[in-house]
């Protein structure tokens, strides 16, 4: 095949466009000059900044967890929320203080069970949806309990049980399923959610929650007896 030669018209253009680069460059150099200098000065602030700031920070949050953490598993909900204001801070105190770290992401968990724990719902929620994870068991078991805390405050008054928080939990335990999508949590909150349908008298919908079970789950203990949940619910289907 043979090798197309350029033309005098290719090369001229192609000598423009190198000159008008080499024309730009002289007159723009300082310009650039300066603009790759802020951008690595940008940088080495940023690393320095997490070196000598976050980094420590991190590592503070994480020893304050130390401590919640352990009157959390020794069911010390309160010292474990607040501290004790001389020794050591607790999970409210993390969020506040350290609201850029990892560890702060994980003592809103901690605070909103806390709080579910002492019965202070609307507290428990707020903490509860501004946990953010990405994973399997973590974030679906929170997800989960904010349905637990809609359906607490439905019955917080017997005589007068709010439907619409049912449903929300409802919600929040079919959404806590689909994200975990295994046989430890989903089953747990496929029966909530099927428990909270009969409560309201949806029967259907709690005999298609339980068969669901059924048919995903039935290595699961849910699964193991969830024919009797579904002929119950079925007897009451109109």
Do not use: W
Not at 161 to 177: L, R
Request: glycine share 8%.
């Amino acid at each position: 095949m043979a090798t197309k030669v350029p033309n005098s018209s290719t090369e001229q253009n192609v000598g423009e466009i190198f000159s008008r680069s080499e024309q730009f460059i002289e007159k723009y150099q300082k310009h650039i000059i300066i603009g790759v200098g802020a951008i690595i000065l940008l940088v080495v602030a940023i690393l320095g900044v997490r070196h000598a700031y976050l980094i420590p920070k991190e590592r503070e949050a994480e020893n304050a967890m130390f401590r919640a953490e352990d009157l959390f598993a020794q069911n010390q909900y309160k010292l474990a929320l607040g501290g004790d204001s001389i020794s050591y801070i607790g999970f409210e105190a993390i969020v506040d203080q350290y609201g850029f770290t990892k560890s702060a992401g994980l003592a809103k968990a901690y605070a909103g069970i806390c709080y579910y724990k002492l019965g202070d719902f609307e507290s428990a929620l707020k903490y509860l949806k501004d946990f953010d994870a990405d994973d399997n068991m973590i974030s679906p078991a929170v997800i989960g309990l904010i349905g637990d805390c809609y359906v607490d405050l439905a019955y917080a008054d017997q005589s007068n049980v709010d439907q619409g928080k049912v449903e929300q939990g409802i919600d929040y335990f079919n959404k806590a399923a689909s994200r975990a999508d295994n046989d430890l949590l989903s089953p747990i909150f496929l029966k909530k959610a099927a428990l909270a349908y009969e409560s309201l008298g949806n029967y259907k919908k709690a005999v298609e929650t339980y068969s669901l079970i059924k048919e995903k789950y039935s290595n699961s203990l849910e699964g193991s007896n969830v024919e009797k949940y579904i002929d119950r619910a079925q007897s009451q289907v109109k």
